[in-house]
């Protein structure tokens, strides 16, 4: 993958017992993004550990916009049907906080370290899950 321009090495998450998913657009096998995560079910929450737009979504030119924060909303939607209340955490580089701040609702435990509680885990899965999904 990594010569058709994605940044991480997604066998990783993979072999530490993360669960890596694939947003594709509907009715084909593209790739727009990748996420890892996995749930911490003696917590209450689920650990996001990548999150990967495709290299054609990627900055203000790419071809789809909002990847990222629909990855959340799968997660979120997962934490929910798992039993986690939609509590989601995951580190973030500084630089990243702010955008998710706004985008996400998104509230710090510390400078990287971030987290979705159950109110914006909602508006999340509302805003990226249809009615007929």
């Given at each position: ?66 990847v990222g ?42 400078e990287q ?21």
């Open positions: 993958m990594k010569e058709e321009g994605w940044l991480f090495d997604w066998s990783v998450p993979h072999s530490n017992g993360y669960e890596v998913y694939e947003l594709l657009l509907k009715g084909t096998e593209e790739r727009q993004g990748l996420m890892a995560l996995k749930h911490v079910r003696d917590q209450l929450y689920t650990h996001v550990d990548l999150v990967e737009s495709a290299p054609s979504n990627k900055g203000s030119n790419g071809i789809y916009q909002g924060a629909h990855l959340f909303a799968i997660a979120c939607k997962l934490s929910w049907d798992v039993g986690n209340e939609g509590f989601v955490q995951f580190k973030t580089k500084t630089n990243l906080v702010k955008h998710y701040q706004e985008t996400l609702n998104a509230k710090n435990i510390d370290n971030m987290y979705i509680d159950s109110y914006a885990s909602i508006n999340l899965i509302r805003k990226y899950f249809s009615k007929e999904a």
